[in-house]
């Protein structure tokens, strides 16, 4: 089971070309208000495809502990 | 506040839709988040001249960059066929009287801008600044709610045109299966540049060299401009687009022509190499565009077939909304019936194409492969030129 991250998006490289949320598997609403995926909500699904398909690499994650997660 | 419909994304596919059930005398709302349409430009620009006729758009020089004459297909190999219609049909495409182009490279910006405005001409009221946030039912009606400029509006409407492009929240909203596989969507990049020659052809470059999964690109952008980009499937490589693109600008077979290259401006999106949804409507609900995954499964080009199914979606609606019939799913079949004869067989068709060149396992075969592909498609011989 992976454990839910919170995604990080250095701004200074992003291009909001938005691959990011094309390819998140999450339901609608898990975005940030910079049309990138959520950056201050647990990812539950962690699935990392938003990293890999960015084409500047500048989206990172941080491994969120269960107590860490206000929706637990 | 109540409308025929509303169209939540004003792109191509939606101000087609917008602009043509206006002109038929129905109410449109056309809501749009962006302050500026078109903008960040995810897409390189280039579409058909056929395909803006037959959607009612002229083409003018509010939104052109610069018009196309043909096709340069490369492998960095050594394989190179140039499908040039100014020297195939020298009397149908050129720069002479009489002549036309054969597409054009337009500036998104000015174009997304020139179809609200045929749109907004047309009868249709445009928000923009307007957020589409979630919906509810009413009877057969649905009642939509917008937050245009920090208030929250709530617009009855019989139907919800989805045309807010690949991400498109609406079809999430009605739980139409919208997710893309990670290794059908292109993650590409591109930059406009001053210092590059080009000479009215797309020249696209095949190859898992230059852009696993994908191609590159160097096409005209006007003014002496050019953009140099590729897309790549990030599952067949270990490193991103940024990576692949500075190794074709720096250290390619192309690179002596990019020596004096000027960067203007960074671009990028993600391009779905992917078959289109197998479902397009819910109740209340049609999606279009790049929102139903209207986009060519080969080239990645998503404006002629955006324009299409909004023209698809519009004729469609033009008969449901005074028939009488109710909105549900049952009755808004037709329309992905309808885009299915008009285009969409051809679509699934070009995705059986791609899916078997991408399922080789000897990369030099399936290099070879979609070279061969991409310069059989774009030849006037081709069986898909109308998409």
Known sequence: MKKPVIFDIGWNACINCGACI???????????????????????????????????????????AAQENPHK | ?????????????????????????????????????????????????????????????????????????????????????RKLKPNVYGTQEGANPLG????????????????????????????????????????????????????????????????????????????????????????????????????????????????????????????????????????NAQVHLDRFIKNSFLSHRFKNARLLEVQGGGVPLASPLKKQFARNIILVGDAARHVNPITGGGIHTALSGGTVAAEFLIKHLPSGDDNSEKNLAEYQDNWLEAFGNQMWKLYDVKKKIFKEKDITIQDKKLFETMGNYFSPNSDYKKI
């Open chain 1, 22 to 64: 094309a390819v998140c598997p999450q339901p609608a609403g898990f975005v940030s208000d910079f049309d990138t995926i959520a950056v201050n909500t647990p990812c539950e699904i962690a699935c990392m495809k938003c990293e890999d398909i960015c084409p500047v690499s500048t989206i990172s994650h941080l491994v969120v």
């Open chain 2, 104 to 239: 054009y490279v337009v500036d998104r910006r000015r174009f997304d801008r020139y179809l609200l405005t045929q749109a907004e001409r047309a009868g249709a009221k445009a928000w923009l600044k307007a957020e589409a946030i979630g919906y509810e039912q009413a009877g057969d009606d649905v009642i939509i709610s917008i937050k245009h400029y920090n208030k929250i509006e709530r617009v009855k409407t019989e139907i919800i045109i989805g045309a807010d492009g690949l991400r498109s929240q609406v079809g999430k909203w009605a739980g139409i299966k919208t997710h893309i596989k990670l290794k059908e969507l292109a993650s590409c990049l591109q930059f406009v540049v001053d210092g590059v020659e080009t000479n009215g052809l797309l020249e696209l470059i095949t190859g898992s060299q230059t852009a696993p999964g994908g191609y590159g690109w160097v096409f005209p952008k006007g003014n002496g401009y050019a953009e140099i980009g590729l897309g790549i499937i990030a599952p067949y490589t270990n490193v």
């Open chain 2, 1 to 85: 506040m109540e409308f025929d419909i509303v169209i939540v994304g004003a792109g191509p596919a939606g101000s087609t839709v917008a602009r043509k059930v206006a002109a038929a005398g129905f109410s449109v709302l056309i809501v749009d988040k962006r302050q500026e349409l078109g903008s960040p430009i995810q897409c390189s620009g280039a579409v058909s001249r056929h395909a803006l006729l037959e959607n009612g758009v002229e083409p003018d020089t509010e939104f052109i960059h610069e018009p196309i004459y043909g096709f340069k297909i490369m492998n960095g190999l050594g394989g190179e066929k140039e499908i040039d219609y």
